[in-house]
C-alpha cells in the first residue's frame, strides 16, 4: 500500500544520510586538519578530533547491523518463528500473459480457499493462515505478477484489472466446489476488481473475504487522507522517479533494511502483538520486491475505483478491519460493509494493517468458520481445532518441486 512504500522510501533516505555521515567523520578524522601558526605563518597539518572516529565508527556500524537492534527493541519473541520458505509450487501462464507461481496445498477434498496477497509481498504472508487452516480446507495460494517467483507480462505493465483476470483463472482452475476468495490490501481489492469487471463470475463463489482493504483509492481511507490527497501529484512524481531510477533506489532499500530503517517503516503497519520474524518476514519481502514494480502498482492504485462492486455481486461476504489499521482505516470496512447486503463485519482489536499476521488466529478463525457457513458441502467434523492459536504443529507437507501436489486443479491447457 502506498503509506508503507512512502515510509520506506523516507527510511532508505534517511539510512542513506546517516551512512553518508559516518563515511564523512571517518574521512576527515583519516585527513586530519590544517592549522596556521601564528609563529611561522606555515601551514601544518594537525590530528582530528577523536570524536569523529568514534562517532563515524558507530554510524556505520548502525548502517550494516542497526536490524538486529530494531527487531529486538521493536518487537515481541518469537514463540513459533515464521519462516520465509513457501513450498515447491508450479508455475502457469494466465491469460493476462503474466506467468504465475501458484501452490496448492491442505485437506484433499475440503472446501476450497484461494488467497490473495497484499501488495509488496508474495504468497509466504499466508504462513499462519496455510497452517491454522490447511487441516480442513484446500488452499490455493499464487503470487502476484511482479512479486515472488510470479513474472508480469512481457510489456511489464502493473494493472489491477490483469490481476483479476489472473485471479479469474484461477477460479476456472479449481474443483470440488466454489471457492471462497480470501484478499489482503491489495488482494482485497483484486477481488472487489474481478467482481467489478466480471459479474457474471460470482456462481463461481460461495463467497469473498476481504481484510484489511478499501474500496478506492487508498490515499482516501489512509491516516491523515487529506494531506495525502493534497500531494498525489508529488506522489505519482516520486513513483514516476522511482521507476526511473529503480536500480538505486533498490540500492537504497536495502541499505534501509540493514540498517534497520525500513524495519521501522513495517512497523507502523503493525500493532502490539508483531513478533520478530513477522516483522523480519514483511520488511524482507517489502526490500526485494522490485522497486519499478511497487512503484507501478502504486500508481495504478491512485486511480482505482470499485465502489459498489460487491453490491452488484451479492455474495456472501465477511469484511475483517483493524481498529489500529493506519493503512487502510476501518471506516472504510465499514463503507464495503455498508454497500453489501449480506456482509457481516468484524472489527479485531489491537490489529493494524497487518492483522492477518499478528493477529492470525483470530483472522483465521473468522475464515474457516466463514467457509464452513458458506459451503454447503462443508461437514461439522471440520470445526477448527480447540487450539488453532498453537503453531507448535508442523505444517502439512510441501508437494515435490519434480510433481507438484495439484489434485485439485486441471491439467494445463495446451
Not at 509488496?120 to 499466508?126: I, K, L, Q
Not at 536500480?247 to 530503517?261: D, E
Not at 468458520?369 to 458458506?374: E, R
Amino acid at each position: 500500500m502506498p503509506l508503507l512504500s512512502f515510509g520506506r522510501l523516507v527510511a532508505a533516505l534517511f539510512s542513506l544520510a546517516i551512512l553518508a555521515v559516518a563515511v564523512y567523520l571517518l574521512a576527515s578524522w583519516a585527513t586530519g586538519g590544517e592549522q596556521v601558526t601564528l609563529e611561522t605563518r606555515r601551514v601544518v597539518r594537525v590530528p582530528a578530533e577523536p570524536w569523529r572516529l568514534w562517532v563515524g565508527l558507530a554510524l556505520l556500524a548502525w548502517s550494516f547491523l542497526g536490524r538486529f537492534v530494531v527487531l529486538a527493541l521493536a518487537a515481541h519473541r518469537d514463540k513459533h518463528p515464521i519462516g520465509p520458505a513457501l513450498g515447491a509450487g508450479y508455475m502457469e501462464r494466465s491469460p493476462s500473459g503474466a506467468e504465475l507461481f501458484i501452490q496448492t496445498s491442505g485437506a484433499s477434498g475440503g472446501p476450497p480457499i484461494i488467497l490473495t496477497h497484499g501488495w509488496g509481498m508474495d504468497a509466504s504472508f499466508w504462513k499462519h493462515a496455510k497452517h491454522d487452516l490447511g487441516d480442513r480446507f484446500r488452499l490455493t495460494l499464487w503470487d502476484l505478477p511482479g512479486l515472488g517467483r510470479s513474472c508480469l507480462p512481457h510489456d511489464g505493465r502493473v494493472d489491477l484489472s490483469d490481476y483479476a483476470t489472473d485471479l479469474a483463472f484461477l477460479v476456472e482452475q479449481v474443483q470440488g466446489g466454489r471457492p471462497v476468495l480470501v484478499g489482503h490490501s491489495l488482494g482485497g481489492m483484486t477481488i472487489q476488481t474481478l467482481l467489478r469487471d466480471r459479474p457474471e463470475i460470482m456462481e463461481r463463489l460461495a463467497g469473498v473475504v476481504l481484510l484489511n482493504t478499501t474500496y478506492t483509492n487508498p490515499l482516501k481511507t489512509m491516516a491523515l487522507s487529506g494531506l495525502a490527497q493534497a500531494t498525489q501529484p508529488i506522489s505519482e512524481l516520486s513513483m514516476r522517479l522511482a521507476i526511473w531510477l529503480a536500480p538505486l533506489v533498490r540500492l537504497a532499500k536495502w541499505q534501509g533494511y540493514l540498517s534497520g530503517s525500513a524495519h521501522l517503516a513495517m512497523r507502523l503497519g503493525f500493532g502490539p502483538h508483531v513478533t520478530h520474524s513477522e516483522l523480519e518476514h514483511v520488511t524482507r519481502l517489502a526490500t526485494l520486491a522490485p522497486p519499478d514494480v511497487e512503484a507501478k502498482g502504486n500508481l495504478a492504485m491512485f486511480h482505482w475505483d470499485a465502489t459498489g462492486a460487491l453490491d452488484r455481486a451479492g455474495l456472501p461476504t465477511l469484511v475483517i478491519a483493524g481498529d489500529r489499521d493506519i493503512v487502510t482505516r476501518p471506516e472504510a470496512s465499514r463503507v464495503i460493509a455498508g454497500q453489501v447486503p449480506r456482509a457481516r463485519l468484524e472489527i479485531v482489536e489491537e490489529a493494524n494493517h497487518m492483522g492477518p499476521l499478528e493477529r492470525a488466529e483470530i483472522y483465521n478463525r473468522l475464515i474457516g468458520d466463514f467457509v464452513l457457513a458458506v459451503q454447503p458441502s462443508a461437514t461439522r467434523d471440520l470445526r477448527p481445532p480447540a487450539a488453532m492459536a498453537d503453531r507448535a504443529a508442523p505444517e502439512p507437507p510441501a508437494p515435490s518441486a519434480d510433481r507438484p501436489d495439484r489434485p485439485d486443479v486441471r491439467p494445463p491447457r495446451g
